[in-house]
């Protein structure tokens, strides 16, 4: 039997998280050589199956990952790599919420997903928001977590009034610059709108973290990644979905580390060729 590699996210794993873990994985299986598979739990905490979102391999079902903590316990996937004695092991089955330690020499992680294909609905979704508001013009996303769920460090140095400020300072040097806000909570959204007039916002339906809403969660990261600059909460994976289907060629920035400096370079302003494809851009004025 070939060697194998299993994946597993945790039930309140959030989609930043399963995200970074299930492609990481599949990366390392194939550059371990290993068959690959993984667990991706649904249910109250967690509404969205991987396929409901993108054009994917169905995850294992739940009977399948339990029976496998019966032969094949988790191992530390920062130490796999390292441990010879693990070299020949024929299940690999790890659980993290972040990327796993990939091989030197191998390619990131991100690189696949930039290629991972959205469902049709999806993609028509972003495209036909895209074309109706923003066509060949370039904007701002703004990513803003203010739900009572949002990590304390989140709340803590991503309050409404950064990005309030940060977005004046843009208006001052973009006299025509519009924003594009994707926003956990009506009030956040709400206020942002009634303070920067012309903003778009994809209207929401679903409930916290049900089917609908991650549906719609994975449409605003297509759109703040057609962005020309991303404003994000501090200490929330998120954001960095976007960035990375960009390949990172759009700045993320944050109200704390390296993102953050209290003098910024003049924004470079480039528009999504097609907004289901975010990597490919062009330059505004070229």
Known sequence: ????????????????????????????????DREFAYYWPVGR????????????RASLPAAVDVA????APFRDPATLLADPAAKDLPIWHLRSGSALPLPPGVGPWYESFADLPLRPALADAVRSLHAREFGSAPYVGVMVRAHQNAHDLTK???????????????????GDLRFYLSCDTAEAEGELRRLFPGSVSLPKTGGYNT?????????????LASSSHILGPHHSSFPELAHLLTL?????????????????????LSIATDPVTPRHRTPVGV
Do not use: C, K
Not at 45 to 56: H, I, K, Q, V
Not at 156 to 174: D, K
């Open 1 to 32: 039997m070939r060697r194998r590699l299993i994946v597993a996210s945790r039930p309140l794993h959030g989609l930043g998280n399963r995200v970074r873990l299930v492609l990481s994985g599949q990366v390392l299986a194939l550059a371990e």
């Open 156 to 174: 803590l140095h991503s309050p409404l009034s950064w990005y309030v400020g940060r977005m004046r300072e843009l208006v001052a040097e973009h």
């Open 211 to 223: 089917r609908q809403a991650i549906v719609e969660a994975v449409t605003d990261t297509y759109l």
């Open 248 to 268: 990172r060629q759009v700045p993320l920035e944050t109200s704390v580390g390296e993102s953050y400096a209290e003098v910024r370079p003049q924004l470079a």
């Open 68 to 71: 496998l903590r019966a032969v």
């Open 45 to 56: 905490g967690f509404g969205a199956r991987l396929t409901d979102l993108w054009e994917y």
